[in-house]
């Protein structure tokens, strides 16, 4: 059942994130990253770094939250996670309106083709440094992806006329529709093309 509050519809029995988006029901095909994506329902992503000294915990923090922690890496938004929250908050009314898609399914899709698979260690023989493809975790694919998500956002954004909301929102579509164009996808594809040459 649904009830009309305002201009927000809001769920009788389920939260919606920022009042507006379902996390429920969201499909996320790579079986690999679904035990690492937390879609548990919030209102607004932020649960005071409760999850900050414990190992494996940020598994149990909402994708959201994590991708707004990954935002906070310039002196703009370093701390201020309440600016930050609004941007993220601000790029989702933007996919929203530009793909009539729930930005949180936009955001997993992204999420999914922006994660490489394989990545490359250096082993040592002796006096040799010899490069050697590896097989990423499923947590370390995730923190990847969100990490060169954000950095594609913040170095789009820096010395442009477009806003930071913009800029998320575009890594976000391009990214969801696996294209070249999107830095963490190129991101991807470099890092697996050089483990391919190491293997």
Partial sequence: MKIMDGENQVLSNGVLLFGK???TGIGIRD???AKYIDLTPVSVPHTGGK???RAFAKS???IVERLVNSMMR???YTGKKSKTIGV???AFEIVATKTNRNPVQVLVE???NAAPREEITRLQFGGISVPKAVDISPARRLDIALRNLARGTVDASFKNKKSAEECLADELILASKGDMN???VAKKEELERVAQSAR
């Fill in 31 to 33: 079986g690999g990253l």
């Fill in 21 to 23: 988006y379902e996390m």
């Fill in 110 to 112: 992204a999420l999914e």
């Fill in 74 to 76: 310039t002196e703009v």
């Fill in 88 to 90: 993220v908050r601000d």
């Fill in 182 to 184: 999107s830095f963490s």
């Fill in 51 to 53: 999850h900050a000294n």
């Fill in 60 to 62: 149990k923090m909402s």
